[in-house]
């Protein structure tokens, strides 16, 4: 290569590269004889695998928490309390769920409201979470069940047994579930589009 112009600017471009690829060999970049120890394939379940000649390194990407979507492994985003086909925003409102049929089967209406309203779903079941992510300070999103449905859904500090003849049921969300051991996430057999611990 005699242009100067262009030897100037390919060393340029392989110093460039040599910061960007943490410390590799900067003339190695450029040989196309060496390029297979820099090499990276993404496999199908996520995982990275780096050929660095002889030895080969799988960096798993799969591994998952409570904090994780089940199956995906990406960070569970919090989509609001579901009302209905909408979603409330957590803290700044509640879904007020009205009854509006008892027979044969009750039926419900879905409608979010302000917090900060006086008066908070009046003549309705107020549901304040739908699953352990809307609640703070290590509390749980608890329902009190009554014949035969809900009186009230909000965080408490704890969700088991009775209270003042409620029974306490663990709402839950399926893609993140914070049920106990031997309990998982299922659909609310009282209100549709809930689920709840079992």
Do not use: W
């Not at 394939?41 to 928490?65: I, R």
């Not at 290590?138 to 500090?157: E, F, I, M, R, W």
């Not at 399926?174 to 299922?186: E, H």
Request: proline share 5%; aromatic share 8%; hydrophobic share 30%.
């Amino acid at each position: 290569m005699h242009n100067p112009r262009l030897q100037h600017l390919l060393a340029l471009t392989a110093g460039a590269l040599f910061v960007a690829c943490g410390g590799a060999d900067g003339s190695s970049l450029l040989d196309g004889d060496s390029g297979a120890a820099n090499d990276a394939t993404t496999v199908p379940d996520g995982s990275v695998t780096q050929d660095a000649g002889a030895d080969v390194v799988t960096l798993d990407a799969s591994t998952k928490d409570s904090a994780m979507v089940k199956d995906t492994g990406t960070p569970y985003v919090d989509p609001g309390i579901t009302c209905g086909t909408a979603d409330c925003d957590a803290g700044a409102e509640l879904c007020c769920v009205s009854i509006t049929s008892y027979y044969p089967t009750y039926t419900y209406s879905f409608a979010c409201e302000q917090t900060t309203d006086l008066v908070q779903c009046a003549a309705g079941i107020p549901i304040y979470c739908d699953d352990d992510h809307q609640c703070t300070g290590g509390q749980v999103c608890c329902g009190d069940l009554g014949n035969p449905t809900y009186a009230k859904v909000s965080c408490k500090a704890t969700c088991t047994g009775f209270v003042f003849g409620y029974e306490q049921i663990h709402f839950c969300n399926p893609n993140a579930s914070d049920c106990g051991t031997g309990q998982s996430c299922k659909p609310s057999t009282v209100i549709t589009g809930y689920y709840v611990c079992q």
